[in-house]
T-cell receptor, first 112, second 116 residues
Framework: GESVGLHLPTLSVQEGDNSIINCAYS??????FIWYKQESGKGPQFIID?????DKRQGQRVTVLLNKTVKHLSLQIAATQPGDSAVYFC???????????FGKGTMLLVSP | ETGVTQTPRHLVMGMTNKKSLKCEQH?????MYWYKQSAKKPLELMFV???????ENNSVPSRFSPECPNSSHLFLHLHTLQPEDSALYLC???????????????FGPGTRLTVL
């Protein structure tokens, strides 16, 4: 649904730190989740996904954790780099065929 | 590059103009989507096409008219828009299975639309 808020939540980290971006979802029936990265002037770029029958999935430098009990999703980025600076969105499939619902996004700022 | 292209990348139009946005996917997908991205709002799904058939229209005003001539191309025809329609319009595509299992959507770079 619509988000409320005047600005994006922002996470500022130093290069080399690990970053954790969180997302709360609302529908306990959601069975598929995706993290996207959107850099300025570009469309969202797929990072990693996870289905509800899993609680953890790892990619290259990224890990997604799913806690269905509290309806929480997180994206962990290891050894964050300046190129990781972007807005990160979580998206959930709320049960409709081909329908994704997107979160508001979190801006990640990585300082050298 | 994601394999989804959009043209034009930027568009400025008056409220009485008619213009069209174009999206093309080179991924062999069978579903295509239009989204609207406004400042300070989440992505809003506008239209969905599966196998060239429109399956969703999320209460989008009739001044936005989609067209999907084949599974690789998607258009969004615009007419008599309002300034509040200014936004980034994103196209996406995915490979959908007949049983309805959702698969990853891949996005184009978007068209930045400004309505004067």
């Amino acid at each position: 649904g619509e988000s409320v808020g005047l600005h994006l939540p922002t996470l500022s980290v130093q290069e080399g730190d690990n970053s954790i971006i969180n997302c709360a979802y609302s529908n306990s029936a959601s069975d598929y989740f995706i993290w996207y990265k959107q850099e300025s002037g570009k469309g969202p770029q797929f990072i990693i996904d996870i289905r509800s029958n899993m609680d953890k999935r790892q990619g290259q430098r990224v890990t997604v954790l799913l806690n269905k009990t509290v309806k929480h999703l997180s994206l962990q980025i290891a050894a964050t780099q300046p190129g990781d600076s972007a807005v990160y969105f979580c998206a959930e499939n709320t049960g409709g065929y081909s329908t994704l619902t997107f979160g508001k996004g979190t801006m990640l700022l990585v300082s050298p | 590059e994601t394999g989804v292209t959009q043209t034009p990348r930027h568009l400025v139009m008056g409220m009485t103009n008619k213009k069209s946005l174009k999206c093309e996917q080179h991924l062999g997908h069978n579903a295509m989507y239009w989204y609207k991205q406004s400042a300070k709002k989440p992505l809003e799904l506008m239209f969905v096409y599966n196998f060239k058939e429109q399956t969703e229209n999320n209460s989008v005003p009739s001044r936005f008219s989609p067209e999907c001539p084949n599974s690789s191309h998607l258009f969004l025809h615009l007419h008599t828009l309002q300034p509040e329609d200014s936004a980034l319009y994103l196209c996406a595509s995915s490979r959908e299975l007949a049983g309805g299992s959702l698969n990853t959507q891949y996005f184009g770079p978007g068209t930045r639309l400004t309505v004067l």
